[in-house]
């Protein structure tokens, strides 16, 4: 065992040692951004944590005129003077647009510290430790609960930023660097919006602030994809340095009021192990004071639930009583009725007759170790389909702000059932079912894949209504991937759809009164 167990810790090691500047994002050939619709109004958008989006201070910019400003404006045209070819490539990929590029390599992130710690010689599972983020186990491990809310700070937290730099953009009115001097050649679309604070650099300080709580081992690639993005949108003649320090010190503010959110969220007892103690234990009793069958990992040696204090998490669409009394669904079928026996037989059908396409979806909607996690899934879902719509980027970051708010409180309201009724696994009470995917490491009831694509869908079809028909065919085919994989019931799927729908609902009753219809 300790042999395994030293193995796998220096994979894992080269996993994380590997250079992060070779992170793959998508989508590399998207368009540059170029909005049919600048959305010059969305100061007035409703903010999400902020007050208002004048809330935090912003600094009259100095005159054009300027000894300063023409100092900036030259230094445009040196870097323009000696303009590298790799330098005309970051031009090319950051214009596709901040808020997507940011995105994609989020995704990334998650998807490399999406690797859950193995036990060790003593057959038990350290807890990844945020002030050592570097030592095994490595912090986070961004499961599909954790990359839910990490997802969901960065997004909402991008759109307070955008937002507020739109409304003083119309308050100081100064005209971008190629407008106030023709000699500045603009190297990626012109944009029809004033230019002080820059909306890429507010996006690049609120990212930054946010990836340093959510990733603290990866600040130095943290920085230097900053770094990239933010001489991009000089040597473009996109903005002088002003604008861009006025946009990052902007967007560093409003990502604090997060910080300060997700310091306070009730995240960092979610494990529900204290000082060595399993509180999360009180769910095993209280399923079998109930006379059910409680929930049992399945792991050798048996592996703590995942996060099951997850659902007392801070809510962003609702409080958490409207999650008690509103969204929690009713009970599962009993462990001991007719109607389980004939789920449980159904699950040990599919086990045992597997398919061409049952397979393809089970695969397709996996989601698993190594991945972006279901949210990451959606998100990337969401991308593709907004790239060919020319979105601002305001509109961009208040799309994917709630999408990742319905996804995050997806989460929440999905824990809270599933550490609520304790469902066993089928494979638990039938070992002849041999799944077909990997088994979570957590109760049955309700399906996370099936909360997390009910609400996606739910809000995605709001936003893009000709996609509706589209989004709600993905949520089912990711919802039955869940029973065809033999890891879940049917009504875990089908009920998990139904508590995804009130909160993609929830999304859209946000939508409709935050002022950018």
């Not at 998207?30 to 944590?49: Q, R, S, V």
């Not at 070819?85 to 390599?105: C, D, F, H, T």
């Not at 409080?319 to 389980?340: N, Y």
Request: proline content about 7%.
């Amino acid at each position: 065992m300790k042999q395994i167990y030293i193995l796998f810790t220096f994979a894992a090691c080269l996993l994380l040692a590997a250079c992060s500047k070779d992170i793959e994002e998508t989508n590399l050939l998207a368009p540059a951004l170029n909005p049919t619709n600048a959305d010059a109004n969305a100061g007035n958008w409703k903010p999400i944590l902020l007050s208002s989006t004048s809330e935090i201070a912003v600094q009259a910019p100095i005159a054009t005129t300027s000894p300063d400003y023409v100092a900036q404006i030259n230094e445009i045209k040196a870097w323009q003077g000696k303009l590298s070819e790799s330098e005309q490539k970051s031009i090319n990929y950051w214009s596709a647009g901040a808020v997507l590029r940011w995105n994609e390599i989020m995704r990334e992130l998650v998807a490399k510290y999406n690797l859950p710690p193995v036990s060790d010689t003593n057959g038990v599972y350290p807890l990844p430790n945020a002030n050592n983020p570097l030592a095994y186990p490595f912090f986070p491990f961004s499961n599909p609960p954790y990359a839910a809310r990490a997802y969901a700070y960065v997004s909402a937290a991008q759109y307070d930023a955008l937002i507020s730099a739109h409304y003083y953009k119309t308050r100081y009115k100064r005209d971008a660097p190629y407008v106030v001097d023709p000699r500045i050649s603009p190297l990626t679309n012109k944009s029809t919006l004033y230019s002080y604070p820059s909306e890429d650099a507010v996006v690049i300080g609120t990212t930054v602030e946010l990836l340093k709580l959510l990733f603290p081992g990866e600040q130095d690639f943290i920085q230097q994809k900053a770094e990239e993005h933010r001489r991009v949108r000089l040597i473009s003649g996109a903005n002088v340095r002003d604008e861009l320090e006025a946009g990052e010190a902007l967007g560093r503010a409003v990502a604090l009021k997060y910080v300060q959110r997700a310091r306070t969220d009730r995240a960092g007892a979610a494990a529900g192990i204290v000082n060595g103690v399993d509180v999360w234990k009180e769910f095993e009793l209280a399923a079998i004071q109930q006379g059910e069958t409680p929930w049992i990992s399945q792991e050798t040696p048996i592996r703590p639930p995942m996060l099951p204090y997850f659902g007392r998490i801070k809510t962003f669409l609702f409080d958490s009583l409207t999650v008690v009394t509103k969204i929690r669904p009713a009970a599962p079928p009993s462990t001991k009725s007719e109607t389980f026996r004939k789920e449980l037989e159904e699950v040990l059908f599919y086990s045992k007759n597997p398919n061409r396409e049952r397979i393809r979806m089970v695969h397709l909607w996996g989601d698993g170790v190594g991945t972006s996690t279901p949210p990451g899934h959606w998100n990337a879902i969401a991308a593709e389909h907004m790239i060919p719509l020319k979105l601002s980027e305001a509109r961009w970051a208040r799309n994917l702000a709630l999408l990742n708010m319905s996804l995050m409180d997806a989460a929440i309201v999905c824990w809270d059932a599933k550490f609520t009724y304790f469902n066993p696994r089928p494979s638990q009470l039938n070992p002849e079912i041999k799944t077909l995917t990997g088994l979570p490491n957590f109760p049955s009831y309700i399906s996370g894949h099936s909360t997390f694509s009910g609400a996606a869908a739910t809000i995605l079809g709001h936003l893009i209504p000709e996609k509706s028909n589209i989004f709600n065919e993905m949520a089912l085919e990711a919802s039955f991937s869940r029973l065809y994989g033999a890891i879940h019931y049917r009504s875990d799927c089908e009920v998990g759809l139904e508590v995804g729908k009130k909160v993609g609902n929830y999304a859209i009753l946000r939508a409709q009164n935050d002022g950018a219809n």
